[in-house]
Every structure is written in structure tokens, then in C-alpha cells.
């Protein structure tokens, strides 16, 4: 596994290496140069993003539940997703559900201790009663968190389909 100076996620980008000298309006157009390219990167992966979003309606329509897992800022956009979609979808609250390494605590502050230890992930997501009719969705920037891939393992033990999310093509979340 390589250190995390060599992650992608870890690298400096070329575009913005002297973003802190620039005038705001040019430093503006930098971040928006760069979020276009976001929209070229997610239609790169319809197709996988088309396998999972039909994995999990064939889920919903054999009662089964959406459960995404994270650690740090991934957990918190699972979370996120997770609670808008009752009140955006008109869903019961237990169908989407967002887990987070370190519990609700971590969604206001930082609990790097859990997101280190695949039995943790692997554990919180038993404890919501996950099963094998349910998906779960495991979303780690680096593709590499240990709470995140003992989740992913233990989901795929019970039989569940996983997806993962990352922002490193070659990853083992990404595999």
C-alpha cells in the first residue's frame, strides 16, 4: 500500500499551485475550470453509476435498504445523502441509512482512531442489522480506509451487493 504522499488524492495540482497569490476573480475561474471536469469524470462511469443505481432499486424492491459508510468527509456526505432523502423522496427513514466511523460525534469533529480499524466498520455496519437483501455503498476518497473496506468485506461475506466510491481509479475499494 503506498504512503499517503503518494496517493492521487494527495497530490497538488498544477492548476492551482500559486491559487493563494491570485486575484480572487482569477482564482474563481481556476475552481470553476476544475469542477468542470468533474462532470466529465462522472459521465466516464455512467455505466458502473447505471449497475448500482439498478442494483439498488432491484434492492428496494425486494425490501431491501440503501446504507452508505465512510469515514472523516466521505462519511459525512453518506450521512448527508442519507438524510435528505426523507424529506426529498417521501421515504421511510430507515431505507437510506449514512453510517460514519466514530458515530454521530464525527459529524462535527474529526475521530481518525476508528476509521483505522476494519473490525469497526465491519461491526457498525452488523449493528444496524444489514443484511444480505440490502446494498451498501462504501465511499473513501483515498479507496484505502480500513473501516470502510471491513465494511465492504463483511457486506460481501453476507452475500450483499457493494458499490464503492472513490476518487482513485486502481484502489481496492475501486476494484
Do not use: H, W
Not at 15 to 34: C, F, G, M, Y
Not at 54 to 71: N, S, W
Not at 86 to 94: I, K, Q, R
Amino acid at each position: 500500500m503506498p504512503g499517503l504522499e503518494k496517493l492521487l488524492t494527495e497530490q497538488r495540482n498544477p492548476a492551482s499551485a500559486e491559487i493563494d497569490t491570485l486575484p480572487t476573480e482569477e482564482l474563481l475561474r481556476i475552481v470553476n475550470a476544475e469542477d468542470r471536469k468533474v462532470a466529465d469524470a462522472v459521465g466516464r462511469e455512467i455505466p458502473a453509476i447505471a449497475r448500482a443505481v439498478d442494483a439498488i432499486v432491484e434492492a428496494f424492491q425486494r425490501g431491501g435498504r440503501l446504507f452508505y459508510i465512510g469515514a472523516g468527509t466521505s462519511g459525512r456526505l453518506g450521512v448527508l445523502d442519507a438524510s435528505e432523502c426523507p424529506p426529498t423522496f417521501s421515504v421511510p427513514p430507515d431505507l437510506v441509512q449514512g453510517i460514519i466511523a466514530g458515530g454521530p460525534a464525527a459529524l462535527s469533529g474529526a475521530a481518525e482512531a476508528t476509521e483505522d480499524d476494519p473490525a469497526i466498520g465491519a461491526r457498525d455496519l452488523t449493528e444496524r442489522g444489514f443484511t444480505a437483501r440490502d446494498v451498501l455503498v462504501g465511499i473513501a476518497a483515498s479507496g484505502r480506509t480500513p473501516y470502510v473496506l471491513g465494511a465492504v468485506e463483511e457486506a460481501r461475506r453476507l452475500g450483499a451487493v457493494t458499490v464503492g466510491i472513490s476518487c482513485t481509479p486502481d484502489s481496492e475499494l475501486a476494484r
